[in-house]
Structure formats: structure tokens, C-alpha cells
RNA sequence: CGGGGUGUGGCGAAGUUUGGUAUCGCGCUUGGUUCGGGUCCAAGAGGCCUCGGGUUCGAAUCCCGACACUCCGACCA
């Protein structure tokens, strides 16, 4: 059928402009809106949801791992942010500063957190005196300002929500092993939930965090072949402690420092999910987190009994735990197809006079466009698996995409070559050398995306120096 | 922060070169109609043309400045 072409809610083909297309998503699919400051975005009922359902999602797994949320100050006096070197250098460049309270103007200004290692330090050095008051598994959900000079909704905003957890511990190792529990967490969380794959690895020295020692991260690929730096957890040694003067009593009777770790996710994830998921139709959500994961249609629903059929199969689905829509609006069920794969939703339930007649439902999956009749009494059943076979499904093409996208690499030609056509994970082995790291990002125009934990141990060649080594290192295009 | 582009009802655009009553499509409202892939018909509402200065009898249009969005770099979750 020639229909018109007046979808005014068209959106730009993924294919023809990736970041058009990702704008276009965030617009239409009422995730986000523009504010009048630079940076800073209204995150709308329907993103804000998808954010909800995430908090609730790692908070749980925060909380069985012994973590306790806590909230501290938004202001950091400048001479606390000064105390430890590094970090005030990565840092104190994007701060926003706080100079006036009232009509006074203050004697030292304040900067709104970027992030919050020293106002935790500067709590942590109160609370801590005994080996006994160890380890202190702390964890906040808030928001922080970084004043970014581009933006972009989701992936980089001035304002930006995130959760950071700041633990102390009496020794190197517990701090270690939580640095890698925490990675592990993240890990987790976007296989199971986001149904994005991960490759878990180390941070070289030149990307990993101020004031760190070490910097472990999940990375992922987004389906343009460029990289998301998704989750971060850091080792940060003692050196925070030591700057700020935090010591206990150990079993010995001596003062010691304790030894911190720090690791943060943000709101950048759902530019991940966008980024990693969606289509030329609009948002594809994982089941998981999608704030409506079904959405019930009734199809000529002036016919008597329709609404009350399309009510009914509401509250079944609610009463089985899921979250659930009706749409009843008298838009036309061709718009209403439309809006909901636009916004993402992973199944669409559809009852008509005909389905009432065979005792039966249209479902269709957003993820393949696949249309299946059930009979009414397989809904909650089917429903159930159907959600699992997404998650798992968008799981594979995410995979899939990334595995067609990532080359190993022996020499910066074969890299250049690959680079210059489209943006790929390069994999390759890597001698540790700082220069060979900036002729990497000068020559092809990648930046190192981490060391994997799993390395092959085998021997090989530093595509730029030539010296033997055995690091495995992805390299890549980076948002 | 450097280079380009853009800013006109909620959205997308025309109008800007050559100053002279603000235009179109979608959306919105109301009534009817239709309903298994963005129904159709009719009537209506809605605009300091991003903001601030200038030039002019008169500025969406010309000049200066600010702000925002966007793309490409540098910096970054």
C-alpha cells in the first residue's frame, strides 16, 4: 500500500547519520529535553524512568554486597579539593565554583562536587579511628557538575547523574578484591540487565583516574563501532589517606592507613543502551529495565467488549509482576504501533473482536518486528519467556556487532587502514611505552580502551615500537 | 576553547540576497468518521521571528554583541 509519507515523526536513519539518528531518539522517544543552559538536560518522565529502574536494579546488587548508601555535601571547599595533587589537576580545570552565599561573597569559594573522594576523606578521617570501624562500604546516588565544554544528551552532560561509591579498608588486598568485586558488579549489570556485552579490563596509566592507582573498566561498543567507557572502579592505594591524615589503630597497636577504592557509573548508560540497541524504528529498551515492558492495545475498541478484553489482559500481566500499559487514546492503532516501538517497549500485546472470537492475542516483539497469535490462556506465560528470549536475543546482536568490529592488529598501517573506513576495536599487543600509546592516538586516531583481564599471555610484536611483549591491549574510537 | 553551520507558533520548514500587514505542512482544540501498520472530513486556537543594542518613517530581513543548538578538532563519565 502506497502510504504517504507524512510520518513527521520520522527519524533520521542510523546508517545515513548515527549522531543525527541518536539525537532524533532522544527527542522523539520523550527521554530528554534541552534546557536553557548549556549542558544541562530535563531528564522527561519517560527517562527518568529508565534511570529509576537502573538505580533500583544495582542498588539491590550494591546492597547484597554489604554497601550502605549515604548522602554528603554537594559544595567542596577548595582546600580540601586541594589536598591531593593529582586529583585537583584532573579536576579543578571543570569545576563550577560557588563565590557568593546570599548577597556576601565568600572567603574561599566552593566548588559544586565533580566528584566526591575528598569530601568522603574528610568524613572518613572522623569515623575512622580502629581497625574495628573497617572497611567502610559507602555508596551515593546524586548528581555532579563538570563543566564540559560540548555536550551531548546522555553522553556528556554538565550536569549528570551518577552513583560513586568511596569504601576504606585495613588492607591492600580487601581493597584490591573490592575494586574487582565492584568491576565484576558493573559487569554484571550490563550482560544481565542492559544486555550489553562488556570486555572487563585496566585502564593504562595515561586514562586512568586522577588520584588513582589503578583504574579497571567495562567497555562497550556501540553499534557505529565506537567505544563507551561505561563503568570505572579504582584502586586508589593509600594515597588519599595519607593526604588527608587518615590512620587507625590495627591489630598491632600501630597507626596505619587504610586503603580506598572509588568506582562510579552515570546516566551516560542510557546513551549506551540507545547507542548499543536501538533502530531506524526509534529506542529498543531491555526488558529488564524498560519502564513499560509491555504495552496492551485494544484494536477497534469501540466494538463492545474490546476495552474490557484489553483491561483484562492488563491486569493479568500486572498481577504476574510485570509493568504493564494500556493505551486506550483514540489514536489510530497504525500511530500507537508507531509511538511505542519509537519509545522502545520490548512486547506489544494486541486484542480485536477477531482474537475475541479465537480466544486469543497478537504479540509482537519490538526487537525483531516478529507477530505471534497466543492463546489467552499462555499470556503471562508466554509474556515471561518472550521478555527473556529479548534480553537474551539483543544480547547476541550487540555481541555479534562487536566481534564483526574488532581486528587484531600487527602494525599502525594495519590499523590506519582499518580506522580510516569505519570505527572498529583494534586489538593488539602493547610494550607499556607511553609514546607508543600517543602515536597511536596521533597516527590512527585511537586512544587505548584498556587491557583486558583476560590476556592471551602469548608473545607478540608493539604495532608501533616493534619490541617483544605480552599485553594484550583494545584500542579505539571513543565517545 | 578553535573552525564551520543553524536559531521564525509544540515540531519541521519558506520568507532574509533586494527592509513594507508573518506563510506552509505536521501537531494541538472541537465535532463527526475510521480503527489488525502513522484514518478521513470540517471548523478553530496558537508567534516579542533566540535575547540585547544600533541604523531606519518602518527590521524576521541590514550592522554590532550575547546566548543556545549542531558538526569537525582539542579535553572529558
Same mark, same amino acid.
Given at each position: 500500500?502506497?502510504?504517504?509519507?507524512?510520518?513527521?515523526?520520522?527519524?533520521?536513519?542510523?546508517?545515513?547519520?548515527?549522531?543525527?539518528?541518536?539525537?532524533?531518539?532522544?527527542?522523539?522517544?520523550?527521554?530528554?529535553?534541552?534546557?536553557?543552559?548549556?549542558?544541562?538536560?530535563?531528564?522527561?518522565?519517560?527517562?527518568?524512568?529508565?534511570?529509576?529502574?537502573?538505580?533500583?536494579?544495582?542498588?539491590?546488587?550494591?546492597?547484597?554486597?554489604?554497601?550502605?548508601?549515604?548522602?554528603?555535601?554537594?559544595?567542596?571547599?577548595?582546600?580540601?579539593?586541594?589536598?591531593?595533587?593529582?586529583?585537583?589537576?584532573?579536576?579543578?580545570?571543570?569545576?563550577?565554583?560557588?563565590?557568593?552565599?546570599?548577597?556576601?561573597? =565568600?572567603?574561599?569559594?566552593?566548588?559544586?562536587?565533580?566528584?566526591?573522594?575528598?569530601?568522603?576523606?574528610?568524613?572518613?578521617?572522623?569515623?575512622?579511628?580502629?581497625?574495628?570501624?573497617?572497611?567502610?562500604?559507602?555508596?551515593?546516588?546524586?548528581?555532579?557538575?563538570?563543566?564540559?565544554?560540548?555536550?551531548?544528551?546522555?553522553?556528556?552532560?554538565?550536569?549528570?547523574?551518577?552513583?560513586?561509591?568511596?569504601?576504606?579498608?585495613?588492607?591492600?588486598?580487601?581493597?584490591?578484591?573490592?575494586?574487582?568485586?565492584?568491576?565484576?558488579?558493573?559487569?554484571?549489570?550490563?550482560?544481565?540487565?542492559?544486555?550489553?556485552?562488556?570486555?572487563?579490563?585496566?585502564?593504562?596509566?595515561?586514562?586512568?583516574?586522577?588520584?588513582?592507582?589503578?583504574?579497571?573498566?567495562?567497555?562497550?561498543?556501540?553499534?557505529?563501532?565506537?567505544? =563507551?567507557?561505561?563503568?570505572?572502579?579504582?584502586?586508589?592505594?593509600?594515597?588519599?589517606?595519607?593526604?588527608?591524615?587518615?590512620?587507625?589503630?590495627?591489630?598491632?597497636?600501630?597507626?596505619?592507613?587504610?586503603?580506598?577504592?572509588?568506582?562510579?557509573?552515570?546516566?551516560?548508560?542510557?546513551?549506551?543502551?540507545?547507542?548499543?540497541?536501538?533502530?531506524?524504528?526509534?529506542?529498543?529498551?531491555?526488558?529488564?529495565?524498560?519502564?513499560?515492558?509491555?504495552?496492551? =492495545?485494544?484494536?477497534?475498541?469501540?466494538?463492545?467488549?474490546?476495552?474490557?478484553?484489553?483491561?483484562? =489482559?492488563?491486569?493479568?500481566?500486572?498481577?504476574?509482576?510485570?509493568?504493564?500499559?494500556?493505551?486506550?487514546?483514540?489514536?489510530?492503532?497504525?500511530?500507537?504501533?508507531?509511538?511505542?516501538?519509537?519509545?522502545?517497549?520490548?512486547?506489544?500485546?494486541?486484542?480485536?473482536?477477531?482474537?475475541?472470537?479465537?480466544?486469543?492475542?497478537?504479540?509482537?516483539?519490538?526487537?525483531?518486528?516478529?507477530?505471534?497469535?497466543?492463546?489467552?490462556?499462555?499470556?503471562?506465560?508466554?509474556?515471561?519467556?518472550?521478555?527473556?528470549?529479548?534480553?537474551?536475543?539483543?544480547?547476541?546482536?550487540?555481541?555479534?556487532?562487536?566481534?564483526?568490529?574488532?581486528?587484531?592488529?600487527?602494525?599502525?598501517?594495519?590499523?590506519?587502514?582499518?580506522?580510516?573506513?569505519?570505527?572498529?576495536?583494534?586489538?593488539?599487543?602493547?610494550?607499556?611505552?607511553?609514546?607508543?600509546?600517543?602515536?597511536?592516538?596521533?597516527?590512527?586516531?585511537?586512544?587505548?580502551?584498556?587491557?583486558?583481564?583476560?590476556?592471551?599471555?602469548?608473545?607478540?610484536?608493539?604495532?608501533?615500537?616493534?619490541?617483544?611483549?605480552?599485553?594484550?591491549?583494545?584500542?579505539?574510537?571513543?565517545?
Amino acid at each position: 500500500m502506497a502510504k504517504d509519507q507524512r510520518n513527521v515523526e520520522a527519524i533520521t536513519s542510523r546508517e545515513v547519520d548515527f549522531t543525527q539518528w541518536y539525537t532524533d531518539v532522544c527527542k522523539k522517544a520523550e527521554l530528554i529535553d534541552y534546557s536553557s543552559i548549556k549542558g544541562m538536560f530535563v531528564y522527561r518522565p519517560y527517562g527518568y524512568a529508565i534511570w529509576e529502574n537502573i538505580m533500583h536494579a544495582m542498588d539491590a546488587m550494591f546492597k547484597e554486597t554489604g554497601h550502605e548508601n549515604v548522602m554528603m555535601p554537594m559544595l567542596l571547599p577548595e582546600s580540601l579539593l586541594q589536598k591531593e595533587k593529582d586529583h585537583v589537576e584532573g579536576f579543578a580545570p571543570e569545576c563550577a565554583w560557588v563565590t557568593f552565599g546570599g548577597s556576601e561573597e =565568600l572567603e574561599e569559594r566552593y566548588a559544586i562536587r565533580p566528584t566526591s573522594e575528598t569530601i568522603f576523606c574528610e568524613h572518613f578521617k572522623n569515623v575512622i579511628q580502629s581497625h574495628r570501624d573497617l572497611p567502610k562500604l559507602y555508596n551515593q546516588w546524586c548528581s555532579v557538575i563538570r563543566w564540559e565544554k560540548t555536550s551531548r544528551p546522555f553522553l556528556r552532560h554538565r550536569e549528570f547523574l551518577w552513583q560513586e561509591g568511596h569504601t576504606m579498608h585495613a588492607t591492600e588486598e580487601e581493597a584490591r578484591n573490592e575494586t574487582m568485586q565492584m568491576l565484576e558488579i558493573y559487569a554484571k549489570f550490563f550482560e544481565d540487565v542492559l544486555a550489553m556485552p562488556v570486555i572487563r579490563g585496566r585502564k593504562t596509566d595515561k586514562e586512568k583516574f586522577n588520584g588513582a592507582e589503578e583504574t579497571y573498566t567495562v567497555e562497550c561498543m556501540m553499534h557505529d563501532g565506537k567505544a =563507551l567507557q561505561s563503568g570505572t572502579s579504582h584502586y586508589f592505594g593509600d594515597g588519599f589517606a595519607k593526604a588527608f591524615d587518615i590512620t587507625f589503630a590495627g591489630k598491632d597497636n600501630q597507626l596505619h592507613n587504610p586503603h580506598q577504592t572509588s568506582w562510579g557509573s552515570s546516566t551516560r548508560m542510557i546513551g549506551g543502551i540507545i547507542m548499543t540497541h536501538g533502530d531506524d524504528n526509534g529506542l529498543v529498551l531491555p526488558p529488564r529495565i524498560a519502564p513499560i515492558q509491555v504495552v496492551v =492495545l485494544p484494536i477497534a475498541q469501540h466494538k463492545p467488549g474490546v476495552l474490557d478484553a484489553a483491561a483484562g =489482559l492488563r491486569d493479568r500481566l500486572k498481577a504476574a509482576g510485570l509493568r504493564v500499559k494500556m493505551d486506550d487514546s483514540d489514536q489510530s492503532p497504525g500511530w500507537k504501533f508507531a509511538q511505542y516501538e519509537m519509545k522502545g517497549v520490548p512486547l506489544r500485546v494486541e486484542i480485536g473482536p477477531k482474537d475475541m472470537e479465537k480466544e486469543q492475542c497478537c504479540i509482537a516483539r519490538r526487537d525483531t518486528g516478529e507477530k505471534t497469535f497466543v492463546p489467552l490462556n499462555e499470556l503471562e506465560e508466554t509474556v515471561k519467556q518472550l521478555l527473556d528470549a529479548i534480553h537474551d536475543n539483543m544480547y547476541a546482536m550487540a555481541l555479534k556487532n562487536r566481534e564483526e568490529k574488532t581486528f587484531e592488529i600487527s602494525s599502525v598501517a594495519e590499523a590506519k587502514e582499518l580506522i580510516e573506513k569505519k570505527s572498529v576495536f583494534l586489538k593488539s599487543k602493547w610494550c607499556g611505552e607511553l609514546d607508543c600509546e600517543m602515536a597511536m592516538k596521533e597516527q590512527v586516531g585511537v586512544t587505548s580502551r584498556c587491557m583486558p583481564l583476560q590476556q592471551s599471555r602469548s608473545i607478540g610484536k608493539c604495532p608501533v615500537c616493534g619490541k617483544e611483549c605480552g599485553t594484550d591491549i583494545y584500542w579505539g574510537v571513543a565517545y
